[in-house]
């Protein structure tokens, strides 16, 4: 089958749709999906995107053709994948999301047995290949499909995490993504004051790009938060997986420190274990696991790597600056429903404010954010920028990181996007911006 082999990323299947992601192709995943997991059913969700109910169905042909059993859990936030897989000892899932991608985009995240992930280091490849090839084992028997409704049970799940919620008032931006399912049973089953925003299910994003970790698309819930005086806010991206919060003051809480808030939590109930930070988190996560009595390992970007990761390492928490949150007690997988819960169960005991829970964990560092570039040969731009910084300390586990004494940077290729990511820390915000300006004219000659 020839189609567009780069739509295969490192840890899912990513592209425009149609014009590179069809629904013949989605149909072949799930035929070769098929071959690959161990004997059980299937589990398919899929998020709110015109073509994901068209992707989904192709998905479940392709796996019932190849003698499976499906599951239809119906549009779903990509979490709560996780936890059916889990939950129900399904062999696997295909969730039909495109994340925080804009409008044109679709993918496919693909789960194994025992919510293990399948990215190119765990069969993914093998599934590209089978494709190309078209390679299916001979079936004689066609599946069988069959619906489950899971929210309550995904719900009831995410709060045993938060046993002592008091009544909060708090803001939930959906961005019209598939978080905004949750808002109804937290709503029905939570002393929780909830004040949505875009919380209808579109696609096409009317309202702003569902992607939190771009500050700007956070500015309603700012606007929200402050209007109607609310403890804090919450926005989720496209497929709810991922969660920013914004503090009484409309201040945003960076995934490093709401990571760090979350290692203080887990390791005065843990003492002594081992908690994983991506390789562009703020260094406030790794001193705060090593000042917290834990074990701190650092690893690559992406739910694929982490989650084998946590399994190797039996990591109690694991956090990424994107605002991926892992849970061993969730299977070893992420969720951002439940570390905003874990944050509010935090304020409600404490009967502190979220600024206050944050300001030790500001005052220490200072961050450029992510910073985009678009380049032919990412490559050959990341070698002209190490070329520059060779006096510093390099490692290369996640991209490029050049280490200094009082700063750091890392340029990384996206695993999604066709785009160079550019993070920068200091311990003052006048290195930032020098380096930023430095570094940035390094990419644009190199581009030019």
Same mark, same amino acid.
């Given at each position: 089958m020839e189609f567009n082999q780069s739509i295969f990323k490192a840890y899912d299947i990513r592209g425009k749709a149609p014009a590179e992601l069809t629904p013949e192709i989605a149909h072949a995943v799930g035929k070769a999906l098929a071959d690959f997991l161990p004997a059980g059913e299937v589990a398919i969700g899929r998020d709110m995107r015109a073509d994901s109910k068209q992707l989904a169905h192709a998905i479940a042909v392709g796996l019932i053709e190849q003698g499976r059993q499906v599951v239809d859990l119906g549009q779903? #936030?990509? $979490?709560?994948?996780y936890f059916a897989v889990g939950n129900y000892n399904f062999a696997g899932g295909a969730m039909v999301t495109a994340s925080h991608n804009d409008t044109g985009y679709n993918g496919i995240k693909l789960t194994g047995e025992g919510v293990k992930p399948i990215g190119? *280091?765990?069969g993914l490849i093998n599934i590209k290949q089978a494709i190309i090839d078209g390679s299916y084992k001979p079936s004689l028997a066609h599946g069988t #499909?069959? @619906?489950? $409704?899971?929210?309550?049970?995904? =719900?009831?799940?995410?709060l045993k995490f938060a046993p002592h919620l008091a009544s909060l008032k708090i803001g939930i931006d959906a961005g019209n993504g598939m978080g905004g399912i949750i808002v109804p049973e937290l709503q029905k089953i939570t002393k929780l004051q909830i004040s949505g925003l875009f919380l209808e299910l579109d696609g096409s994003f009317p309202n702003h790009p569902a992607n939190p970790l771009d500050f700007a698309n956070l500015r *309603?819930?700012? @606007?929200?938060?402050?209007? +109607?005086?609310?403890d804090c806010g919450i926005a989720f991206d496209g497929d709810g997986d991922r969660a920013f919060m914004v503090d009484e +003051? &409309?201040?945003?809480?960076t995934g490093s420190i709401l990571g760090s808030i979350l290692v203080e939590y887990f390791l005065k109930l843990n003492p002594g274990a081992t908690i994983l930070y991506n390789a562009i988190a703020s260094r406030i996560v790794r001193d705060t696991i090593l000042s917290s009595g834990g074990k701190a390992v650092r690893t690559k970007v992406g739910h694929s790597f982490i989650k084998a990761d946590m399994r190797q390492h039996n990591a109690i928490f694991a956090c990424e600056h994107s605002g991926h949150f892992y849970f061993r007690d969730n299977? +070893? =997988? *992420? @969720? &951002?429903?439940?570390?905003?819960?874990?944050?509010l169960n935090i304020l409600s005991e404490q009967g502190c404010k979220l600024s206050q829970l944050c300001a030790p964990f500001r005052r220490k560092y200072v961050d450029s954010g992510e910073i985009n570039f678009e380049v032919a040969s990412k490559p050959q731009v990341i =070698?002209?920028? &190490?070329?520059?910084?060779s006096d510093g300390e390099r490692d290369d586990? *996640?991209?490029?990181?050049? +280490?200094?004494?009082n700063w750091w940077f890392n340029l990384r290729a996206s695993n999604t996007e066709p785009l160079l990511r550019l993070n920068i820390e200091a311990e003052d915000q006048q290195t930032v911006d020098t380096q930023l300006d430095r570094i940035s004219k390094i990419i644009k000659n190199s581009i030019d």
């Open positions: 779903i #936030t990509s $979490d709560m994948m190119e *280091d765990s #499909t069959r @619906s489950i $409704d899971i929210l309550s049970a995904w =719900a009831e799940h995410a *309603d819930l700012i @606007s929200l938060v402050k209007v +109607n005086q609310l +003051n &409309g201040s945003v809480v299977y +070893n =997988a *992420d @969720s &951002g429903l439940i570390a905003v819960l874990c944050v =070698a002209q920028v &190490g070329e520059q910084f586990m *996640d991209g490029m990181t050049i +280490n200094y004494p």
